[in-house]
């Protein structure tokens, strides 16, 4: 294999500088030496503030704006600014711009190639274990984690490791705090695009979930799976306390305060708690 990558230096070309390990060519040999961290495990850039070490300076400067609250890559048409790049990218998707991706079957336009290759249902990437398919090769990689215990994905700033890197970058905002999804209809953001979807089904009045019983319609699915309940005599929500069982979330959070003996409900007026919200209305609790 070291001949190989000998070889390949011949066919290098404007990259001259070849990784001896893998055989990847750089065209400068600083670029070389910040790559050879992979293989050494060498983390040069450290932390002043929590000593944590990182092998690259740009994930460096990422981990340091968590300390700073620093927010350097501002969005050209809103304003909204972000801690990493990454997060801005997906941002700038909500606002409208060119969309130089065409459907030749129907079209219709997208802004990035694999909204297309999604679009078109196009899947040339097939897993060998289980044979699902795949619009694109990361896609494969990270699905192919789920057939081995393999998490590659860590957290820099609790350890936390996870199998794909969306479930990575979804965690990482618990420590970033930022919402990177607005709704363009009230401003409201949200960590996750799913949040979004449906909270936009607020000012769309959509309720694409429809009851095949009843034909009752809902905006979420979960309010649906609850709903059927109602058609069955199975309660989903036991209680580990007591073993009382219920057919919707909130039944069973009302009566898990009954032993924690939370009082969630607070008079604005005198700061007494309740149990339930309905249980402190005007009439029934005067000032």
């Known amino acids: 294999s070291s001949k190989l990558i000998q070889h ?12 001896c390990d893998c055989g990847k060519s750089f065209s400068h040999n600083l670029t070389l030496s910040r790559h050879r961290h992979i293989h050494t495990g060498e983390k040069p850039f450290t932390c002043t503030d929590c000593g944590k070490s990182f092998t690259s300076k740009s994930n460096f400067t990422q981990h340091r704006s968590i300390h700073t609250g620093e927010k350097p890559y501002v969005c050209p048409d809103c304003g909204n600014s972000f801690s990493h790049s990454s997060t801005l990218i997906q941002h700038h998707n909500i606002h409208p711009g060119e969309k130089p991706y065409v ?64 479930s990575l970058y979804r965690h990482r905002l618990i420590h970033t705090g930022e919402k990177p999804y607005y709704c363009p209809d009230c401003g409201k953001s ?65 009566h898990r305060s009954i032993h924690t003996g939370e009082k969630p409900y607070r008079c604005s007026d005198c700061g007494k708690s309740f149990i339930q919200s309905s249980t402190h209305p005007a009439p029934q609790h005067p000032h």
């Open 8 to 19: 390949r230096c011949s066919h290098a070309g404007d990259m001259p500088y070849v990784c």
């Open 103 to 166: 459907c030749p079957d129907c079209g219709k336009s997208f802004r990035q190639s694999s909204d297309l290759i999604t679009h078109t249902g196009d899947k040339p990437f097939t897993c060998t274990h289980c044979g699902k398919s795949f619009t694109t090769s990361s896609t494969l990689t990270q699905h192919l984690h789920t057939h081995t215990s393999e998490k590659p994905y860590i957290c820099p700033n609790c350890g936390k490791s996870f199998k794909q890197h969306s």
């Open 190 to 254: 949200f960590s996750q695009i799913s949040t979004l979807t449906w909270h936009r089904h607020i000012h769309s009045g959509e309720k694409p979930f429809t009851c095949f019983n009843c034909d009752k319609s809902f905006s979420r699915s979960c309010s649906l799976t609850q709903h059927l309940c109602t058609h069955t005599s199975e309660k989903l929500y036991v209680c580990p306390v007591c073993g009382k069982s219920f057919s919707q979330h909130s039944n069973f959070y009302k």
